[in-house]
């Protein structure tokens, strides 16, 4: 069972409109909504001639929802030929309850087995295939999108025919022409401005069903070379990995109707009617929106592993691996080639010394340098083992070190080319035309990029130190490592290594500037875990305690700054950038004493206020600064488990701190004709200049107010419940003669509780299907 966690709230028709009205009166405009259309719709007495739109009404969403999931496992064999196979069935259903959207559901199938089969005492072969098979079904209505959207007095989507005049034929010829009445009883509501709506389009506008498949297959063989040399062995393995998706649609039209309204003694009736589009039942199915993805993957291995006098243990591998994916549209299959080798080795599991190497291969780069070099060493110790440990109260205790260099390409990739291919190369055009004498109109040849035959692999420098341990018989068990990196060469366009000249602005524009691997960030962190295990009488506690802290900062950038505050040098990649705010205008004679806001539109008071960082006299972008950073370096998870008899409670819950965010949908930034959400209450006004919150209404693109600034930053620290669940597990006394080896029931919940300041944003979604909490009930058996 799924229950909402939050909803946005937005304003009633009503006191939309007198908040539209200020907004109109704000810019200098006159009000667009008379008292008395306010007043009636007020009253809520006929929201058809009023409308009142709210799309989060129990007249359109359910209070909760179902997810049904059954797995089931088999597992067997014998010393030969060991089997698994599982196969499982989900089924989710949806809020809407609306039209067609009463049916919309999601439902997924997957079947996977796993055989190893032993053909010989030297020979082993493994091979498993999975295969899912996913269906999402909807009516045809955008609706979340549309409640974050839609005005609440825009249009009333469903109006009954009992407003029509038995007597008014042209009306009731215009709806019985209709192939939409609703339950008898409703006609498809429309306007000239708004002649569909989600509502009418639940039950008008046909349906669609998104279908995804899935096939994987996998195999593998592992010789045992023994008979060549001890401790040897051979495996490979092939795999396949394909999907593809598509949309089957229904997509229907409909004519709506706009009715006109008269009164007659006080009451409220129709006295015609306009129509809008026509009804047109579409019989065939539209196959759209398909792509496909496949990948396939080979590797192969040579690995030996042997003990020397009981004491020296050697390990050793090479290995070889590649794999190819193809993803529909895309000319080029990305391609990834590695040799690698490994080679360990420790003394009396006392003394560890560990290196491996990988030699990537890449296409993204010139031919010279397609082949790269990774090397790591690992160093352990592990103290426990010697005398002077005998008598301490550690089971274990192991320190490590580590480092290395990586090579990578999965960064060389730009926002123009996802891919990443041919970025060395020189880029040359023709475009744009000039003319020359009696030539008009030739075509230029124009440089829009250079080239770089040495463009390299990205280098991660990789510095890692680790102890973990056990005492007291494992009562206490931790892990705690700290790392530091360094991410050497990321692509850049460094216009200030180059004369001004390699660049052309205006017309045409030209560039002969490559791609350099030039940015660096430093990277330093640690995580840890921790683990408590104790018996108190009959109840067994388990308590786990895990975090990690990550810093990334930029060391190096190409940058052309006027100021020192614009450098991102020393500040972390994941950052927020914006104006710093001081606070609203509140008089006119604030604003002309100001430095000038060159935003767009005009500035008047209980607008947002900035800080001239510059001191050059206006406000603009050169005066944005660095507000902090929008991700979470601190994390933190802690899960409790205790276990009387055959009852078992297990708890979970996790933390995040240290980040930002800006508040900056449409529930927040509104302008022009948006709809208006409920912080639009603690607007700047003259009579609440004083304590609002929020800056004046505008009906214009609020292009001042409406932009990065901390006036719009929240702190994201939060603590969840992630999960709680309690299991019985049925006494085998009970289940004695029975075919049932196992039987467990369990009560369980997930996303129960979120504890923040910013708790209400949080849990909420704009646009989107609302965040839910999961409260499940299931059975476990055994047979």
Request: net charge negative.
């Amino acid at each position: 069972m799924q229950v909402p966690r939050a909803f946005p709230k937005y304003l009633g028709a009503a006191e939309y409109m007198t908040l539209y009205n200020e907004a109109r009166v704000n810019d200098g405009n006159g009000p667009q909504y008379s008292d008395e259309e306010i007043y009636y719709t007020s009253l809520g007495n006929n929201p058809y001639r009023y409308p009142d739109l709210n799309m989060y009404s129990s007249d359109y969403l359910r209070s909760m929802y179902n997810r049904t999931e059954a797995i089931a496992e088999i597992t067997g064999g014998n010393e030969r030929v060991r089997y698994y196979t599982t196969t499982g069935y989900l089924r989710e259903g949806s809020l809407l309850n609306v039209g067609n959207t009463s049916d919309d559901n999601v439902n997924r199938l997957f079947a996977r087995g796993n055989l190893d089969m032993q053909l010989h005492e030297n020979i082993a072969v493994q091979t498993d295939a999975n295969v899912t098979f996913y269906n999402a079904s909807r009516a045809r209505t955008g609706w979340w999108n549309n409640a974050a959207t839609l005005r609440p007095n825009r249009v009333a989507p469903l109006i009954p025919l009992s407003y029509l005049d038995e007597n008014d034929v042209n009306s009731w010829d215009a709806v019985n022409a209709s192939s939409h009445i609703i339950d008898g009883k409703y006609f498809l509501g429309g306007t000239q401005l708004q002649p569909t709506n989600p509502v009418a389009d639940a039950y008008a506008a046909g349906t669609a069903k998104a279908v995804s498949r899935q096939f994987q297959f996998n195999t593998g063989f592992d010789f045992n070379l023994r008979s060549l040399l001890d401790g040897l062995h051979f495996r490979s393995k092939y795999g396949i990995d394909y999907a593809s998706t598509y949309q089957q649609a229904y997509e229907n039209e409909y004519a709506s109707y706009s009715p006109v309204w008269n009164n007659y003694n006080g009451e409220d009736a129709i006295g015609a009617i306009n129509v809008f589009g026509v009804d047109r039942q579409s019989d065939v199915e539209w196959i759209n929106y398909s792509t496909y993805r496949y990948t396939y993957n080979v590797n192969g291995q040579f690995d030996f592993t042997r003990t020397y006098a009981g004491k020296h243990n050697v390990f050793a591998m090479v290995a070889a691996n590649a794999w190819q994916r193809k993803v529909d549209g895309e000319y080029h299959r990305l391609t990834n080639v590695n040799l690698g080798l490994q080679a360990s080795y420790n003394y009396l599991q006392k003394y560890y010394v560990d290196f491996s190497a990988a030699l990537p291969y890449s296409a993204k780069l010139p031919s010279a340098n397609r082949l790269g070099f990774s090397p790591t060493v690992t160093l352990g110790w592990r103290p426990v083992k010697e005398t002077f440990f005998d008598d301490s109260a550690f089971d274990d205790l192991m320190l490590t070190v580590s480092g290395g260099i990586i090579s990578h390409d999965m960064d060389i990739a730009t926002a123009d080319n996802p891919m990443g291919y041919y970025l060395y190369k020189q880029v040359v055009e023709r475009a744009g035309w000039y003319a020359w004498a009696d030539l008009n109109g030739e075509a230029a040849t124009e440089f829009q990029r250079g080239e770089n035959p040495d463009m390299t692999f990205i280098k991660r420098k990789e510095l890692n130190i680790g102890l973990r341990g056990a005492l007291w018989n494992n009562g206490l068990s931790f892990d705690f490592n700290y790392f530091m990196g360094k991410m050497d060469g990321n692509l850049a366009l460094p216009y200030s290594k180059y004369p001004i000249y390699f660049t052309q602005t205006g017309y045409p524009t030209s560039s002969i500037l490559p791609y350099l691997n030039y940015d660096i960030d430093d990277r330093t962190g640690f995580d840890f875990s921790v683990y408590l295990n104790k018996k108190v009488g009959e109840v067994d506690l388990s308590l786990g305690v895990s975090g990690m802290y990550s810093n990334t900062e930029a060391e190096r950038r190409d940058e052309n700054i006027s100021f020192d505050y614009q450098t991102s040098v020393g500040r972390h990649v994941n950052g927020l950038w914006g104006l710093e705010n001081l606070g609203f205008f509140n008089s006119q004679e604030e604003i002309d004493g100001a430095p000038a806001q060159l935003f767009g539109g005009s500035v008047k008071p209980g607008d947002i206020r900035y800080k001239d960082q510059n001191e050059d006299g206006v406000i603009d972008n050169q005066d944005q600064v660095y507000l902090g950073r929008w991700d979470t370096p601190t994390r933190l998870g802690i899960n409790f488990t205790a276990k009387y008899r055959k009852f078992t409670l297990f708890a979970m819950a996790d933390g995040f701190f240290g980040g930002n965010g800006l508040k900056n949908s449409s529930y927040y930034w509104v302008s022009g004709d948006s709809k208006y959400s409920e912080v639009v209450r603690d607007r700047w006004t003259e009579a609440t200049k004083d304590i609002a919150t929020y800056p004046r209404l505008t009906t214009e693109s609020g292009a001042n107010n409406f932009r990065s600034s901390d006036f719009w930053m929240y702190k994201t620290d939060r603590i969840n419940l992630s999960q709680v669940q309690l299991t019985y597990d049925i006494p085998e006394t009970v289940l004695q003669g029975s075919f049932v080896n196992g039987l467990s029931v369990y009560l369980s919940g997930y996303n129960l509780l979120t504890i923040s300041e910013e708790r209400d944003h949080l849990e909420m979604n704009v646009g989107g299907a609302p965040q839910t909490r999961l409260f499940n009930m299931g059975v476990k058996g055994t047979f």
